[in-house]
Every structure is written in structure tokens, then in C-alpha cells.
């Protein structure tokens, strides 16, 4: 099954190449060339406190497998699904050892529903919540080739395993530019749950999810998985340089990179004549910022001169701030040449944050390059310099009465001539 | 002379024969919009509308005007859809959302419904209720924005609403923080009007505003709009221009029989 899909993927993958071959202005990077089929970690917690009965009357616990269950039962076929757990094997009072306490309880991988629910059906709740710990590991697990990564943490409590706060783990996995997320649950939380799990979520650009029934977890759990089998584009990491001098060349396609506040990134664009360039760019907002900001993305020469700009300001929650720019550029320069020009761009953004919020690693930059075909060139009638109205109708009507009464005239004048001759 | 006569009138009436046959074939796309809608009925199957939404601009699930797409998700995603507007569309995105049992919530909160194009850049709303509060009884919060009229081209400095996808990212901005990831439902779907030729604007773009990278993979042909990207090629000023030739036409042929008089002239 597997095996046709990828056959078929690759048949896909072929035509797309082929495409682009043909066609010199489709993107080239960014593409889903040979993609692995997506991984996807679900991090349950089996601390102790997940025994209490308050999820429709059942235990957490209870509430959690019935969910494991159902979305085995219902994991796309090309999904590699692998479960890890938290605070499942030591009971004992020891801080060291319970916030070690992370083990994985089915490989990520093909999965095999019967054994995967035996596993899931072992499990009874024990310990601590070292959820920093069992990120680091999820993220481990999932580490290798360039598939799409997901985790699913589903917790009750907290993590109890300071100094390591979860939330910075999560900004480090994401700032490793795997283009891992992580969505989490939580189980009737409380405000400091909430907050830690949105945070964690935040930073990775995953959702929140707030549990008060069992089909609600199961559901969500459910959306989440289908969610990673989506067929999505990953970008490509690129690094900008501080100025436009030996700045990243890059060929249309989608790019993340990270800024931090008030930082500036610098790329290259070749853009040849009669060819148009856009491109947008996405700063998400991954942590506690201040209410305010910006983003500036700037084409300019290479000498510096500004060519155009994309500019966007907003306040308030958001997940990113966004702009764009587009440069057709003429089929011949102003010094009448028809050489291939560099643009450079440049991406700025306003971002503030408190003083304890960390400012690395950089905010995630999405980027997205495109290099078209331009107008043909500019003109400046609309619709093929057709025209519209009852005063068209009146002049053209008129101009025609002219035309006949002048014809009419012109042909009765010849005739008298005629016949005075 | 009467070879000349001859050949005037043939030439006025080929002229007016041009005009009318010139309306005529203008007449008929302009009537495809309004019989579009058993098209839809019968496309519908193969390109369904989402029931989910995606949760950024990469992953944003395509619809078509006309759809009604749906989502459930958590209170305080972003959800975003992506709907592909032609030129001389003015569309108006509505969005409603299904709140969360009134029992579970702590107070009022804040809904906005945001469009940004193909390049990302935000559109203003003309008008409709962009931003909402729902107080805490609310079931559910209707959203509206109207964008300005898509024209066919612009400079390059202006934002402008171009052809091409155009994003709809809807979210809470102002809530308890209690209420954070509670169960909502969410739909948006987008009327489209066409303006028609009065909107007409010069200038044309070389291909439409759609991310070449993005737009390869997620369901290629919801982003497209049915009858593929016009461009601007069809609008009422055919009708009108065509309807002016003839009248002139016509004008032509009564201004040359005046001049006639009763009768024509005996040699």
C-alpha cells in the first residue's frame, strides 16, 4: 500500500520536475521532492495525578486510553506513529530520578494497532511530569530524514522538574529548524498548565487544545494526526546575511530563517528582464512580545537604492505578521542593458518584548520567492481600450451621422458635378 | 458612382453585421454567471469543500466562492483558508463561529477575521463587522468583510487587491485566559459579485498571485477559480462598444439618406 503510494508519489514528483523543467518560473525549491511519509509522537503523561475521576466521570487515565484507542484504530495508513510517556515508571519521592522518568513505549514507525494497544493498555499512572525531558526525547525520536514531525503532549499537571522550563525546550526544538510542532492537551488544567502548554505550544507554532470530554480528546487527538499527513511543503533553512554583500542567493521557493528583535536579514534574488519578483515574508510572533510591532521587507539595488517595499504593522494577539512586495522588472534597464539584476531584500521587523523574555534564538521567518513572467508591457488602457457609457454611445452615434451626412453631401456634390460636366 | 454606393452600403451593413455579431458572442460569457450555479451543483463532488482549516498561509485549506468551508478547532487557533478571487470580483468573506457551551466560558471575547492576498499583505475591509465581541451568553459570532474591487493590474508600489488567492485567517484576540482551547466550530465562505467593465482598470498581470511553491501540493484545482483565470479578458465594455458601433452605424445610414432627400436625384 505504502509502497504504491510512494510509487505514485514519485510518478507525481516526476511530472512536477518536469514541469518546472519546462517552465523556467515554477519554484524549484521547497519541493516536496521524494518526501518520507510524516512521524507523528504522541507524549502521554502517566503521573500519578492522573488518576483523579473527572473526565465524565472516568479516571484521566481511563479518559486518555479510551482516546489512544480510538485514534490507533483510525491513524492513516502512511502516518509513522510512535508513543512515549512521562512519568510512567517511577513512583518513589526522588526528584533526580522522577524527572528522568521518560521512556518510549512504541518505536515510531509502521504501526502495528494490536501491539500498540497492548502497550497503551500496560500503562498505569505512576510519577512525576517531566514534561521538558520528554520533549527532548520525543523530539530524538523523531529526528532524521526530512519528513513532517509532530508531537502530540497530553497532560494533567504542570511540569515539576524545574530549573528546565518546557517552554524553552520548545523554542530550542523548533529553533533547530526541523520543522517539528508540537500541540498540546491538557486535561482539565489549571491556569499555570494552561499557560506553560500554551507556551509550548506557541513557540513551535502548534495549537492548544483544553480538554473537558473524552470524545473531545479523542477527536483532537484524531484532527492532529490527519493533520500531519497532509501533504505540506516544508522550507528550506537559509540563513540571511547582516548586509546585501554575500547575502544567500536564492531561487524562487519557500525559506525560514529566524530574526531576533530589531535584527536585519539580507538575501539576493536574481531577476532577469521582463521577469517579476515577489516575494512575502511571515514573522511569527513565538513568544511573549509586547503589544505592538512590524514587519519591513525591502527590495533594493545592490548599490542600495530602494526599489520597493512591503511594510506591515498591527497590535495585539497574533501568530504572525506578514507583508510582501512584488518587482516587475522591464524588459530593458534604464541604461538600455538587458543583463540579469540582483535584488536584494531586506527583512526588518519591529518586534519588542519585556525584559525577561529571551531574545534567542530569532523569531521563525517564513519567506516565500517567486520569479514570474512580468506584464507584457505597461499600457494604460483598460480592457483593451474599450470603452463604456451613454456618452460613448452619443459620440460614436454623432460620429456617424457626421460621417453619413458628410458621405450623403460628398456624393450628391459629385453627381451635380458629374452632371454639369 | 452607383458602384461606389453599392459598396458603401455593403461596407456599413458588413460594419453593423460585425457590431451585432460582435454583441452576440459578448453576450455569452456574461450570461455564464448567472447559470454558473448548476455547474456548481454538479462540480461539487469532486472538488468538495474543506472541512478543515489549515493553521497557517502553507498549510491554509482552498476553497471556492460559493463553498461553505468548514472547521472544528480550539479557542485561540488561527485557522486560515485560502479562496482564489479574479479581476473585477468584489468579494465579501463571512465567517461564523460556534462558541463553546456558554457554562464553560468566563467572559466576553473578541473575534476578528482578517484577508490578506496572494503576497500576504493585509486588505482592508470596505465595510462589514471585522472585529466582534461575543458576550459570555453568545452561541455564536458572525463575521463579515467586503474587499475592494480586484482590478486586473496595479503599480508595483500600491497594495491593491491583484487577482490570485487571497487568505482568510480568522481567530479570538481578546479573551479570559481561562477560555483558551475550549471547542468552537468555525465556516467561512466567500459572495462574490462581479462588477462588471465600470470597475475596469488598465494594466494586466503576467500570472496570477499564487505562490508557485505552496500551491503544487494541497489540492491544486480549489485554487484556481472555475472557469480558470479570466485576466480581465471579458467585461461589459464589449457590449457597450459593439452597441456604439452599431448605433453609429445606423446614425451613418440615416445621416446618408438625409442628404437623399424624397427621392434620389434623375440623372
Known amino acids: 500500500m505504502i509502497t504504491r503510494k510512494r510509487l505514485a508519489a514519485?510518478?507525481?514528483?516526476?511530472?512536477?520536475?518536469?514541469?518546472?523543467?519546462?517552465?523556467?518560473?515554477?519554484?524549484?525549491?521547497?519541493?516536496?521532492?521524494?518526501?518520507?511519509?510524516?512521524?507523528?509522537?504522541?507524549?502521554?503523561?502517566?503521573?500519578g495525578s492522573m488518576r483523579a475521576t473527572d473526565i465524565d466521570g472516568k479516571s484521566r487515565m481511563a479518559a486518555a486510553k479510551q482516546a489512544f484507542n480510538e485514534v490507533i484504530d483510525a491513524v492513516p495508513d502512511e502516518v509513522r506513529l510512535g508513543i512515549r510517556t512521562l512519568g510512567a515508571t517511577y513512583p518513589g519521592d526522588d526528584r533526580q530520578l522522577g524527572c528522568k522518568d521518560t521512556k518510549q513505549l512504541y518505536p515510531v514507525g509502521a504501526l502495528n494497532r494490536t501491539e500498540a494497544k497492548t502497550a497503551v493498555a500496560t500503562l498505569a499512572p505512576t510519577g512525576w511530569t517531566p514534561i521538558g525531558p520528554a520533549l527532548l526525547a520525543a523530539a530524538d525520536d523523531l529526528n532524521g530524514g526530512n519528513a513532517t514531525r509532530r508531537i502530540v503532549l497530553i497532560t494533567d499537571g504542570e511540569d515539576t522538574c524545574a530549573p528546565l522550563d518546557p517552554c524553552e525546550v520548545a523554542r530550542d526544538i523548533a529553533a533547530k529548524g526541523i520543522h517539528l510542532v508540537i500541540d498540546t492537551l491538557g486535561l482539565v488544567p489549571d491556569a499555570k498548565t494552561r499557560e506553560q502548554l500554551t507556551c509550548i505550544a506557541e513557540a513551535t507554532g502548534g495549537t492548544y487544545t483544553s480538554v473537558q470530554h473524552t470524545d473531545q480528546l479523542s477527536g483532537r487527538v484524531r484532527q492532529l494526526v490527519d493533520r500531519a499527513a497532509d501533504p505540506v511543503v516544508t522550507p528550506v533553512a537559509t540563513q540571511g546575511a547582516q548586509q546585501c554583500q554575500g547575502a544567500p542567493r536564492l531561487g524562487p521557493g519557500l525559506y525560514s530563517d529566524r530574526e531576533s528583535f530589531g535584527e536585519h536579514r539580507w538575501y539576493q534574488v536574481a531577476v532577469k528582464p521582463g521577469q517579476e519578483l515577489r516575494a512575502s515574508v511571515s514573522i511569527a510572533a513565538d513568544r511573549a512580545v509586547n503589544n505592538d510591532y512590524g514587519v519591513l521587507l525591502r527590495a533594493t539595488t545592490l548599490h542600495g537604492r530602494e526599489i520597493v517595499r512591503g511594510s506591515e504593522a498591527g497590535d495585539g494577539r497574533t501568530d504572525v505578521i506578514s507583508s510582501g512586495l512584488r518587482y516587475p522588472k522591464g524588459p530593458v534597464d534604464e541604461d538600455g542593458e538587458r543583463s540579469t539584476e540582483?535584488?536584494?531584500?531586506?527583512?526588518?521587523?519591529?518586534?519588542?518584548?519585556?525584559?525577561?523574555?529571551?531574545?534567542?534564538?530569532?523569531?521563525p521567518v517564513e519567506l516565500t520567492i517567486d520569479v514570474v513572467d512580468g506584464p507584457d508591457g505597461t499600457s494604460d488602457v483598460a480592457s483593451f481600450g474599450l470603452g463604456r457609457g451613454w456618452w460613448l454611445l452619443l459620440v460614436l452615434a454623432l460620429t456617424g451621422l457626421l460621417a453619413g451626412l458628410v458621405w450623403g453631401w460628398l456624393s450628391r456634390w459629385r453627381i451635380s458635378v458629374w452632371r454639369t460636366n | 458612382m452607383r458602384a461606389v454606393r453599392v459598396l458603401t452600403t455593403a461596407l456599413l451593413a458588413g460594419a453593423a453585421t460585425l457590431a451585432l455579431a460582435g454583441t452576440g458572442v459578448a453576450d455569452t460569457p456574461s450570461a455564464s454567471p448567472g447559470g454558473g450555479h448548476d455547474k456548481d451543483k454538479g462540480k461539487a463532488a469532486a472538488d468538495a469543500p474543506p472541512t478543515e482549516a489549515g493553521t497557517g498561509f502553507r498549510t491554509a485549506a482552498p476553497f471556492r466562492p460559493g463553498q461553505r468551508a468548514t472547521a472544528s478547532a480550539s479557542t485561540g487557533d488561527y485557522l486560515y483558508w485560502t479562496v482564489p478571487l479574479d479581476s473585477g470580483q468584489r468579494a465579501t468573506v463571512k465567517a461564523s463561529v460556534t462558541l463553546p457551551e456558554a457554562a464553560l466560558r468566563h467572559g466576553a471575547s473578541t473575534w476578528r477575521l482578517d484577508v490578506y492576498d496572494g503576497l500576504r499583505r493585509r486588505q482592508p475591509c470596505v465595510y462589514g463587522a471585522q472585529t466582534v465581541t461575543a458576550d459570555r451568553a453568545a452561541a455564536s459570532v458572525e463575521l463579515n468583510c467586503t474587499l475592494r474591487t480586484v482590478r486586473p493590474g496595479a503599480e508595483m508600489w500600491s497594495d491593491d487587491p491583484l487577482p490570485g488567492s487571497y487568505y482568510v485567517r480568522l481567530t479570538v484576540v481578546g479573551l479570559p485566559k481561562e477560555d483558551l482551547g475550549l471547542p468552537v466550530k468555525a465556516a467561512v465562505e466567500a459572495d462574490v459579485k462581479d462588477t462588471g467593465g465600470a470597475f475596469g482598470t488598465d494594466g494586466a498581470l503576467g500570472t496570477p498571485l499564487v505562490t508557485g511553491a505552496v500551491a503544487q501540493t494541497r489540492e491544486g484545482s480549489l485554487r484556481r477559480p472555475e472557469d480558470g483565470w479570466s485576466g480581465g479578458q471579458w467585461s461589459d465594455r464589449w457590449v457597450w462598444t459593439a452597441a456604439g458601433g452599431v448605433l453609429a452605424a445606423l446614425a451613418g445610414v440615416l445621416g446618408h439618406s438625409l442628404t437623399r432627400g424624397a427621392g434620389r436625384p434623375r440623372p
Open chain 1, 10 to 47: 514519485g510518478v507525481c514528483g516526476l511530472l512536477a520536475t518536469l514541469t518546472v523543467g519546462l517552465s523556467p518560473t515554477t519554484a524549484t525549491a521547497g519541493e516536496p521532492a521524494a518526501k518520507e511519509s510524516p512521524k507523528v509522537e504522541l507524549v502521554l503523561d502517566v503521573s
Open chain 1, 342 to 363: 540582483t535584488v536584494c531584500l531586506q527583512v526588518s521587523n519591529s518586534f519588542s518584548a519585556a525584559p525577561g523574555v529571551k531574545t534567542t534564538p530569532g523569531m
